[in-house]
Structures are given as C-alpha cells and as structure tokens.
C-alpha cells in the first residue's frame, strides 16, 4: 500500500494574488491536510473517508479525487493493475487552506508512486494545476505547487520549472484561523474586478518583485513590512465577516501581517515569535471562530507532499 500525505496552504500570501503559496504544519505536530492511500485490488474501488468526507459530492464521479484517477488510467498510466484509492479528506471544503489542490495533489502523487510513471515534477504540476482548475474558477497554482513541492513558492506558467522556492526565517509562524464557516472559491474570484488599471498593475508587480528580493537578501523584517494584499483583500474581505476587525486587532497584538489565507475564510496571521503567535491564537479562538472552527500555529512545511509509512486515518 502506498500511503501519501499533502500538506494545507495559504494561496496568495497576501502580495502574490495567484502567484505566491505557502505550504503549512501546526507546531504541535498533527496532521493538518489530506491523505491518499492506495492498494492493488480486483476491481476499482473508490472510497472517501475522514472528518470532511461528507461535505464532498455523494457520487464518486464528481471527487476530484476519483477524476484524478480515472484520468491516470485513462491517459498516464494505462496498464496499471485495478486499484482500492481511499481519500482520507481532513481538510475542510471551501476554506481557503487549498483543499481541493491538497486532494488532487496527493492523489496524482500517490498514484504516480503506486504505478512508477515517475513523471517529472513539472508535468506532475501541470496535471495537477488541471484539476484544481476544475473547481476553483481559474488556473492557478499558488496551493498547487507549495502542496506539492513544500515551503514558500512564487508560481507560475511563465516561471521555468513552474515554481521557485523562496527560504524562510525559522522564526516565522503562521497562524491559520477557519472560521468554521465555508466561502467557494469560485465565487470569491467571481467578485474580482475583470481589469487592474495601470496603477495597481505597477504597484502589484513592484510589492512582489520587492518582497522576494527583500527575501533573497534575507531581509525578512523589511519583507514583511510590505506584505499586504491590495489585490484580492479589498474586494474579498467583505464577504467574510470579522474579518476587517481581527485583522485591525490581530496586527496590535503583535502579528506582523495579516491577510486572506487563499480566497477565504480563512485567515492567517504571519508572527515572528511564538508568543506573538500564541496571543493571536487565543484572540482568534475567542473572538473569530464557531463551534465548527479551528486555528492552528503552524511553520512552514517544507517537506511538502510525502509517502507516509505508519498507518494513518
Ligand atoms: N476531493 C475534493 N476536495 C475538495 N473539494 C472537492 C473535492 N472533490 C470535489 N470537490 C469540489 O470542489 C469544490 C472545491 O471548493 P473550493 O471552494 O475550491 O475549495 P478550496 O478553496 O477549499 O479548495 C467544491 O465544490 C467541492 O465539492
Ligand atoms: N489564488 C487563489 C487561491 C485560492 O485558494 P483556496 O485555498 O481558497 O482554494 C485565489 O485567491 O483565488
């Protein structure tokens, strides 16, 4: 049995609208992201389990998951034998912690194992990006390639490779906070302008060529002092309610930036030690979260996707 695990990401990382994605682990070491788990069988069989199962399509035809692997016996690896393919969904839907890209993600890699394709990872990117973008309601790869490859990632189609890894400071933490409330991201891209003028378009690529070259010479202070979203966060932080106000009190308490993780709900606060970090969890869990939520403090995970051999889920 192969057992392949991917880890939840903030698409955008509040400069990189599309472009920019970072793959996450809570600090207390659970598993924050779906797992695939793949076996020979006789017959094909499908299964989706885990706490998010039921918030999934009842008929298999319509998972993701279950289109990654028709599509893998279809079109990649024709003579792989039958296969039992179980989604163990531990990700909520229409959260913004790339979810749909988390289950693609280790789907395509757990059955590129399984069959020993060894695709490249560039076109395993590109398989990949093709069904992400069947649900989210555009191509895009900035949870897609963090998901896959691991850490903070600019992305892109022009990009060689697809993607390129940034390195971060180990005294960063992210602290992500579901609110326990769902928002499609298709419908939150929906409310997008069309069209940036050429102000924001100049302004866009000046904040992220500036916050990566910032990085790269390892000014990470300085980085974060530019990290907001003038892009997507405007037009989406209304539709996500206490999100303005946790921002304004998240920021006092210490977190160095804070933005939409993704298209939202959720939203993470970026703190650059623990105790900031902790304060913004307890503020999070007191004032932005319902019974249905959660908040994690998390680092980077830079392992990315990754076989699993104890058995899990
Ligand atoms: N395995 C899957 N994981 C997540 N979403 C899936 C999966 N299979 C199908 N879907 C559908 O794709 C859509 C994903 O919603 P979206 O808002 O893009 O989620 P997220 O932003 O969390 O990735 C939903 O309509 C969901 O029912
Ligand atoms: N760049 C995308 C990211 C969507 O992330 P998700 O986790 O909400 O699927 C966007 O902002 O639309």
Redesign the pocket.
Known sequence: MIQVYAPASIGNFAVGFDALGAAIAPIDGSLLGDLVKVSASTTTEFVCSGPYAHK??AQAE????YMCLQHFKQAVAPDMPAVRLE?V?N?P?????????C?VVATIAALDKFAGTELSDEALIELMADFEAK??GGRHYDNITPCYLGGLQLTAELIPGKSLAIATPDNWYPVVAFPGFTL???KARAVLPKQLDMHHSVEFAQRLSAFCTLMLQQRSEEALSIMIDTVAEPHRAQLIEGFSAAQQALLQLGAKAVSIS??GPTLFALCDNLASAELCQQWLSDHYINEQGFSHICQLDWAGTRELNEELG
């Open positions: 999934l399509p319509q998972n993701l998951a989604l969904k990700l839907v229409g959260s913004g912690l790339g979810s749909s890209a289950s649900v989210s499609n991201t298709a993704g298209a």
